[in-house]
């Protein structure tokens, strides 16, 4: 099975659809000396889209997607900073692909995604709640559990004290406790503030089995010819 990674940075999302039996293709636009996926390609990951159409649509099983968050987040309304929506170009892409896909961003995206289900880190035993939101297209994705927030959020740049839960954004304190919170040994801190936890990926992808179970294919040598 195939699965793309779209803005996969360096491989959150890539690590969970490894870990569901995917191999995983990923695309950015910036160089990623640090991704662990099967491949990478270095490209505009629209742009790579609908050059291998032809080819996503005979083997590939799952696209995951998460466009640049900036436009939507807290520091970009208090940086005030322009930057494009790319959301709706990306659901329009993904639609005519034909293949069953999923769209992830932060919170404050919701107005511009349709109908998505939160995932949040305390469902899946991490000390960080890191609520993303996943968009769906062919397919339905069931929300986990979602354990009420008891537990203080450690403020920003600060260390996480016991029974605080941490907030893994910025110049972050406490590197090498996100790696093993988040189960990324591999990621920078630049890494792990942008990620999203392969746990959540992994949930996604055995959500989509379950229901589909695509027939295994392999990576052809010239798909990004």
């Excluded at 939160?118 to 979602?146: D, I, K, Q, V």
């Excluded at 893994?168 to 590197?175: C, Q, T």
């Amino acid at each position: 099975m195939i699965a793309l990674d779209l803005f996969c940075c360096q491989g959150g999302a890539t690590r969970g659809y490894q870990q569901a039996g995917y191999r995983v293709v990923g695309i950015d636009i910036e160089d990623q000396p640090r991704y662990i996926g099967d491949e990478f390609w270095q490209a505009d990951a629209l742009a790579w889209v609908d050059q291998h159409m032809d080819w996503i649509r005979a083997e590939v099983s799952f696209i995951h997607a998460s466009p640049p968050c900036q436009r939507y987040s807290r520091a970009q309304k208090i940086q005030q900073r322009e930057h494009p929506d790319l959301i709706p170009p990306t659901r329009d892409l993904l639609n005519a692909t034909g293949v069953p896909w999923v769209i992830e961003n932060v919170e404050e995206a919701r107005p511009e995604l349709r109908d998505p289900v939160l995932l949040c880190g305390a469902s899946f035993g991490m000390t960080t709640y890191r609520h993303r939101l996943f968009e769906t297209g062919g397919w339905t994705l069931t929300a986990p559990s979602h354990p009420p927030h008891t537990a203080p959020l450690t403020k920003m740049g600060r260390p996480r004290r016991p029974g605080d839960f941490a907030h893994y954004v910025g110049n972050f304190s406490g590197v090498d406790e996100a790696r093993a919170d988040m189960q990324m040994p591999w990621a920078s801190r630049d890494g792990l503030r942008e990620c999203i936890p392969p746990a959540y990926a992994r949930y996604v992808a055995e959500q989509h089995l379950a229901g589909h179970g695509p027939a295994p294919a392999a990576i052809p040598a010239a798909c990004g010819a």
